[in-house]
Nanobody, 121 residues
Framework: QLQASGGGLVQAGGSLRLSCVAS????????IGWFRQSPGKEREFVAA??????YYSDPVKGRFTVSREIAKSAVHLQMNSLKPEDTAVYYC??????????????????WGQGTLVTVSS
């Protein structure tokens, strides 16, 4: 079970931190991916944390940072220098670590409910 939180309204250039809390030892046994979807667009990969390695899509590289906090069973997405085009519903999802890294939403097996990020210009 995944619970995403931390979304909200922020001005362009601002920051937000999203959190994905997972049950049990999920954050140590699974890759945690962050995806986003805006109206009329397909769900797209944002970032992932897998066994100490991090992955980012080109649009967010250098602005977003994904990290893991094992004690809280959480993976965070720190988003800095936000742009209006970052506006979307953000989702976290999991896939087994042993399956390797993936940017494809269909390869993730469990999804959180989504949290809305709105960046105003």
């Amino acid at each position: 079970q995944l619970q995403a939180s931390g979304g909200g309204l922020v001005q362009a250039g601002g920051s937000l931190r999203l959190s994905c809390v997972a049950s049990g030892r999920t954050v140590t046994t699974h890759t945690i991916g962050w995806f986003r979807q805006s109206p009329g667009k397909e769900r797209e990969f944002v970032a992932a944390f897998r066994n100490g390695d991090t992955y980012y899509s080109d649009p967010v590289k250098g602005r977003f940072t994904v990290s893991r906090e094992i004690a809280k069973s959480a993976v965070h997405l720190q988003m800095n220098s936000l742009k209006p085009e970052d506006t979307a519903v953000y989702y976290c999802a999991t896939r087994r670590t042993v399956w390797g890294a993936s940017h494809t939403p269909a390869s993730y097996t469990s999804w959180g409910q989504g949290t809305l990020v709105t960046v105003s210009s």
